[in-house]
Structure formats: structure tokens, C-alpha cells
T-cell receptor, first 112, second 114 residues
């Protein structure tokens, strides 16, 4: 089955700087990679996703890149703000399986 | 965003008690899931269903059971709760959107077994 590894487990960034979270996956058939943000005491919420037919996707300050050859994908947050502090989860699945496999999460702290 | 409702949101029960966590979604999604999560930690899939009368065990072994008699309803039951069951339980549902399977989570049920 799919195995998704996520790094780092914790990340502290000065407000205004950029943050990068990286994930690798094992199943070359995986073709869908969402990112979820979970604020303290709240549910995980989808913030951005990417499918295998594109290499990069942006949404305002958030971007995700995908390297299918190397089997890794990354979340980039620019101009970080205090409200970006949360736990972020990457995930992967393939169209046939349809079951998401989550990474272990990254706790991002934005330092004012 | 999908509407997924979980009850109770918070529950404290004694060891040995039976508990059912309710989950309902109003979006007509075929697929539903239960995840177990300690605060800020990994999301562990414990059960999933791809439709009515379909249930499967997830990646993390769990003593809980589930049923799917109606599309919108996916309850989780613990026959005899133990302190090790103390955790947050997140229900989720999904619809297929092109390539991929976007999952929407409920607000969670926090269970404490004393």
C-alpha cells in the first residue's frame, strides 16, 4: 500500500518569511495529493490539492509542487502570518484505491 | 464545503460502558470514513465505507465497529469502552472530483474514558 512520509515534524518561521513542508510517497500509481490544515481544536480542512497531470498549483500565498519522477511534493507558504500557525498534513491516493494515506503532520509555528 | 455532523462533540464515560458516536452527512457522498486522532498527532484511519452495506477496517486496528444502513449515516460503536480509547474521533466523507477523492471532515467527537 501507499506510504507517505512528511518532514519536518515541527517548523518555526519568523512572520513574513516562507515555510516549506515536504512529503514523499511510495506508490508510483498515486495521482492525487491534497494538503490539509488543522488549527488547534478544529477539524482538518483542505487548503490546496494537486493532481498528477500538473507540476505546480498556486492559491494566493500557498503553492504546491509535484515531482512525479522523484515521488515527492511540497507545500510552500509565502509571507507567513500568525494565522498560518497550525498542523499541516499531506496525503496521497490513487484513482483506483480512492483511500487517502496521510503523512504524520508538521506543526508550523509563526513567530511574531 | 460538505456538511458533516458528529454527536456528541464531547463525552466522558466510565470504563465498560457502551458508546455510539453518530455521524451524518447531507451531501449524498458515497464514501465515509472514521479517523482516530490524538491532539495534533497523526490521523489514523480505523473504518471506511464505500456505500450502503459496505464497511471495511482501516489501517489502524480498532475495537470499535461501524454500520452503514443509510447513505447519510455512519455510526461508530464501542461495546466496552476502556481508558485506551480516549481520543478524538473524526468522521469524514468524500466525493470524487475528477482525479482524486476530496475528503471533508466533521468537527470531531472527543471521547474520554475514565
Amino acid at each position: 500500500g501507499e506510504n507517505v512520509e512528511q518532514h519536518p515534524s515541527t517548523l518555526s518561521v519568523q512572520e513574513g518569511d516562507s515555510a516549506v513542508i515536504k512529503c514523499t510517497y511510495s506508490d508510483s500509481a498515486s495521482n492525487y495529493f491534497p494538503w490539509y490544515k488543522q488549527e488547534l481544536g478544529k477539524r482538518p480542512q483542505l487548503i490546496i490539492d494537486i493532481r498528477s497531470n500538473v507540476g505546480e498549483k498556486k492559491d494566493q500565498r500557498i503553492a504546491v509542487t509535484l515531482n512525479k519522477t522523484a515521488k515527492h511534493f511540497s507545500l510552500h507558504i509565502t509571507e507567513t502570518q500568525p494565522e498560518d500557525s497550525a498542523v499541516y498534513f499531506c496525503a496521497g491516493s490513487n484513482f483506483g484505491n480512492e483511500k487517502l494515506t496521510f503523512g504524520t503532520g508538521t506543526r508550523l509555528t509563526i513567530i511574531p | 464545503e460538505a456538511d458533516i455532523y458528529q454527536t456528541p462533540r464531547y463525552l466522558v464515560i466510565g470504563t465498560g460502558k457502551k458508546i455510539t458516536l453518530e455521524c451524518s452527512q447531507t451531501m449524498g457522498h458515497d464514501k465515509m470514513y472514521w479517523y482516530q486522532q490524538d491532539p495534533g498527532m497523526e490521523l489514523h484511519l480505523i473504518h471506511y465505507s464505500y456505500g450502503v452495506n459496505s464497511t471495511e477496517k482501516g489501517d489502524l486496528s480498532s475495537e470499535s465497529t461501524v454500520s452503514r444502513i443509510r447513505t447519510e449515516h455512519f455510526p461508530l460503536t464501542l461495546e466496552s469502552a476502556r481508558p485506551s480509547h480516549t481520543s478524538q474521533y473524526l468522521c469524514a466523507s468524500s466525493e470524487r472530483q475528477g482525479l482524486g477523492n476530496t475528503i471533508y471532515f466533521g468537527e470531531g467527537s472527543w471521547l474520554t474514558v475514565v
